[in-house]
């Protein structure tokens, strides 16, 4: 089958794509022929290396945690899916023909394969950080850099659960951000300002790293209010760093739910092909996604 590899960390050119022995589905897991996989930033973050020490990987490896697809073989011990089923996920390597999926759901009624892929990684971050936050019904919640993908499922999540949400993007970004029914303002200079003019701000997110954690606090009045998922320079100001993933299949579920009530989409900003892996990585990298990018074989 065809994967994109890299045997080599480095920058997008280090990926390939090349031929390899299909993987085949363990105990717990399923095998699915992938039709589309999300494409997040930390699979350009692990091409980089960025986490070679803390979580070292064998090379030549795989890229790519999200995807949708159909399944066709199922692990020992593995209830409830059958070889056929429509189902989204995450696992490994799964820019490629077929990948082996380690939690998955199946795929809501009238979501293109294309669309679920771009969901796992975002709404599982999204449905912990609120969680984390601790922001309740009836409070404001601010969010930094809030039209990319964990955003898109942040404002959406929040609005179903009554969460009032003032959220920062780029001047394009601003009747994006007001159709998921937040209080849009931007990002750069005065923006602090703007925030407090829009009103009291309860908790806050930083999504984009963009080195706002001071004034977050500043907003918030208190750091345990504040989480980032992006600045690793957060804790010294006292605010949480969230990094450990919660429960996919939860997540998931619950993603399936809310889309099927109409209460959550998030957009495909743009699709490539296999050959084009490293195009995706390259404009993910640029930092402005609406929505998601996702990887189509
Ligand atoms: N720790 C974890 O568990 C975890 C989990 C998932 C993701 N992450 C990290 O979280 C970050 C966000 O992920 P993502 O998938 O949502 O990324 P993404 O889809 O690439 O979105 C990035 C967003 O940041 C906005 N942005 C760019 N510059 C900004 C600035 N100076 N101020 C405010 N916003 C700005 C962009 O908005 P405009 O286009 O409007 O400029 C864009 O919507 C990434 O760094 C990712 O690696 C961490």
Redesign the pocket.
């Known amino acids: 089958m065809k994967r994109v590899s890299f045997a080599e960390f480095g920058g997008p050119d280090v990926l390939q794509l090349v031929d390899a022995e299909e993987p085949h589905a363990g105990p717990g897991q399923v095998r699915i022929a992938v039709r589309a996989a999300g494409v ?3 699979d350009w ?1 692990i091409r980089e290396g960025q986490f070679r020490e803390s979580h070292p990987i064998e090379l030549p490896a795989g890229v790519g945690l999200d995807a949708s697809g159909v399944v066709d073989e199922v692990g020992e011990g593995v209830e409830g899916v059958e070889v056929g089923d429509r189902v989204f996920g995450e696992g490994s390597s799964t820019y490629a023909e077929f990948a082996v999926l380690s939690a998955w759901a199946r795929m809501p009624e009238g979501l293109t394969f294309e669309e679920a892929a771009g969901y796992p ?2 709404v599982e ?1 999204a449905l ?1 950080i609120i969680r984390e936050v601790g922001v309740r019904s009836g409070q404001t919640l601010l969010v ?8 898109s499922a942040v404002l959406q999540i929040a609005r179903d659960r009554g969460i009032t949400v003032i959220g ?3 001047a ?2 601003q009747d994006y951000l007001r159709s998921l029914g937040a209080v849009a303002t931007t ?2 200079e005065g923006w602090v300002e703007r925030v407090r003019q829009l009103g009291h701000v309860d908790a806050a997110l930083d ?4 080195g ?1 954690i001071r004034e977050l606090v500043e907003l918030t009045g208190d750091p345990q209010k504040v989480i980032s ?2 600045d690793l320079g957060a804790p010294e100001l006292g605010v949480r ?3 450990v ?1 919660g429960s996919v299949p939860e997540a998931l579920t619950e993603a399936a739910g809310l889309i099927s009530r109409g209460k959550l989409h998030i957009p495909v900003e743009k699709s490539y092909t296999l050959a084009e892996a490293a195009a995706a990585h390259i404009d ?1 990298h640029a ?6 990018r996702v990887v189509v074989v």
């Open positions: 997040n930033p930390v973050r990684s975002v971050t912990r930094s850099g809030a039209s990319g993908g964990v955003g920062t993007a780029g394009a970004n990002y750069g999504l984009a790293g963009s706002v998922i992006a760093f969230s990094g993933a993910s930092g402005h996604t609406r929505g998601r």
